[in-house]
Every structure is written in C-alpha cells, then in structure tokens.
C-alpha cells in the first residue's frame, strides 16, 4: 500500500531565529509551505533554502493567515506548525506511521505541545500537555476562534499523538509582556466586535481566578519561580484585556 504524503504549512513574520530550527524539524515532509508577512530580516532568505513554496501576502490576521497557510498545501495531509515550534524525532516517527496507513479513518491528530520558557520545560499550570489539533487531512479542516486565540478544527474523527511539538516561545519576561501587550489590544478588539463589554468585576475577579486555576489547580507551584511568572503573567493578560475593552468602550466613535 502506498504511503500518504504530507504537506508542512508554517506562517513567518520576521523569524530569522527560528524558522531554520523549524524548517530543520519538518525538512522530511514531501512539501513545505511558507506564508510570510513581508518580514524585514531574513526569514523569506533562510525559508527558501528548504522550499520554492515561500509566499508573501499582507497580515490578515492569524486565522486568516492560517487558513491561507493550509489552503496551498497539495498533499494527503497538512503539518500546521508556527516557527517558533519544532516536530521532535518521536512525534515524526509517528507522523510516518500514520503516513504509512492512509486508510486510518481519522481526520487529524492532537499532538501535545511542550513550552520551554525562563530556561526550562514548562510541565504543568495547564501549559502541558496543552494539546494541539495540528495533523489534519487536507480539505477536512479549518482554522476558527477569535483572534489571536486560534484553533484548528476537524470536521471529524480525531486521535492522539504521543509524541511532543516542542514550543519554543519567549526569548524572556520582556518579549512575554510585548506578546502579552500585542495580544490583549486584538483580543479586545475582537471582543468589541462582538459587542462585548466591561464590567469592573471583570478585572477585579477574572485575574486572581486565572492564576488560582494556573498555579494551583493545575500546579503551576510544581515549575518553582517559572511556574509562579507563568501564572502572574496570565493574570496580567486577563487583566489587561478586560481594562482595554474597558477603555475602548469609553472612547469617542
């Protein structure tokens, strides 16, 4: 029986750091996809060294990117991955032996994802294993949710991986709080959108409650330091995001 084939899709916006150590961890794939926002540093210049599939198109957002992303793969299967992620040697392996059995009745694989951040592996306050719907069929899926909070959605049957995505994500607590600052202006503007406001208890209740879950529940105490920045920071992004919809329901039309 012939094997599957499986198309890697990877949206870039200037990630000269990672995207070599990205593209190194799917460099097995039949195909690779690169949709680049117009990067100003040498992403577009290492990608092309693994692909001639290397395509620019304006920032629509992160779902749309990532729908447009999947959209160009040609294969049996698609890879979503983001460039500060690597496929680890286990979870190819058994990327192959799904590749191997084209009439498995799946539609896609969640696959666990493992963060390092703060010089360490981050293992609990709900950050692993943290799976990730990322090894769809082509055709079979789709991007949704409200930015920048995706989620890839199958429109089927879904198994499990076992094998780790390793994530490789702030270089330190101040690209934490740029990402955070980023992040929490969308998320309220998708908020807004939605018609969606503010109340006082909102930024009073939702952060503590979102630190208690991290840390505590879901033993974030277990990551030492690392796991109490990770829970106060999520409670920072809660906040903020509940103060900016605040604030833009205060401005003038």
């Keep these: ?60 957002g992160h779902i749309e990117q990532k729908n447009f992303a999947l959209e160009q793969g040609t294969r049996d299967w698609l890879l979503s991955i983001d460039a500060d992620e690597r496929v680890s040697p286990g979870l190819a392996e058994e990327i192959r032996q799904v590749l191997s059995q084209p009439d498995r009745k799946e539609l896609g694989y969640t696959v666990p994802r493992k963060t390092f951040y703060l010089n360490r592996w981050i293992t609990h306050g709900g950050w692993y294993p943290n799976r990730k719907l990322r090894l769809v069929r082509r055709g ?67 952060p503590p409650a979102r630190f208690l879950k991290m840390y505590v529940l879901r033993l974030g105490f277990l990551d030492g330091v690392a796991g109490f920045i990770v829970a106060a920071l999520a409670a920072h992004y809660v906040f903020l995001k509940y103060a900016k919809l605040w604030e833009s329901g205060r401005k003038p039309e």
């Design 140 to 206: 079979k899926a789709r991007w949704a949710g409200v930015n920048p909070h995706d989620h890839l959605y199958a429109d089927g049957p879904v198994g499990a991986l076992e094998g780790d995505l390793l994530h490789y994500t702030y270089r330190d607590i101040s690209d934490h709080l740029k990402t955070i600052d980023n992040y929490t202006t969308i998320a309220s503007r998708e908020l807004r959108a939605q018609g969606k406001g503010c109340a006082l208890a909102h930024m009073l209740l939702n």
């Design 1 to 60: 029986m012939n094997r599957a084939t499986i198309s890697a899709c990877v949206i870039t916006l200037n990630e000269e750091e990672n995207i070599r150590d990205c593209l190194e961890s799917v460099k097995w794939a039949d195909e690779i996809i690169v949709v680049d926002s117009f990067s100003k540093d040498r992403t577009v210049e290492i990608a092309r060294e693994y692909t001639d599939r290397v395509i620019q198109r304006p920032w629509p």
